[in-house]
Nanobody, 124 residues
C-alpha cells in the first residue's frame, strides 16, 4: 500500500519561493503529480512527472515558474515554486496513478492514492 506525505508548505510573500516535498512508501516507482485546491474551488492539476523522471507536464498557470522533480533513490517527489502569486494559495497534494508510462495524466480521477496535503499561502 503506497502512502504519500507532503511537507514544505507555509506562508510566503508574493514573488517568493517554496519547495514542497512528497515522501512515498510502498510501490513508489510510478507516475506522480501535484494538484492543488483553493478554498471554494475544485482541485486542479499543477504538474506531473513520469516514473523515470524523463517526462514532465505542467498546467499553463504554473509553466515557467514551477518545476517538478523526483529522486527515486530517496522515494521523493518535489515541487519547486518560484515567483509565487497570491492566486497560488491553496492546499497542495501529491498523488500517484500507479502507472509506469511516458504519457502523463492531468485529471483528478486518474489518480487513486493521495497525500493529506500541505497548505501554501502567498500574501500580496
Amino acid at each position: 500500500q503506497v502512502q504519500l506525505v507532503e511537507s514544505g508548505g507555509g506562508l510566503v510573500q508574493a514573488g517568493g519561493s517554496l519547495r514542497l516535498s512528497c515522501a512515498s512508501s510502498g510501490r513508489t516507482l510510478t507516475n506522480m503529480a501535484w494538484f492543488r485546491q483553493a478554498p471554494g474551488k475544485e482541485r486542479e492539476f499543477v504538474a506531473a512527472i513520469s516514473w523515470s523522471g524523463g517526462n514532465t507536464v505542467y498546467a499553463d498557470s504554473v509553466k515557467g515558474r514551477f518545476t517538478i522533480a523526483r529522486d527515486n533513490a530517496k522515494n521523493g517527489v518535489y515541487l519547486q515554486m518560484n515567483s509565487l502569486k497570491p492566486e497560488d494559495t491553496a492546499i497542495y497534494y501529491c498523488a500517484t496513478d500507479g502507472r509506469r508510462t511516458w504519457g502523463l495524466r492531468d485529471r483528478v480521477y486518474d489518480y487513486d492514492v493521495w497525500g493529506q496535503g500541505t497548505q501554501v499561502t502567498v500574501s500580496s
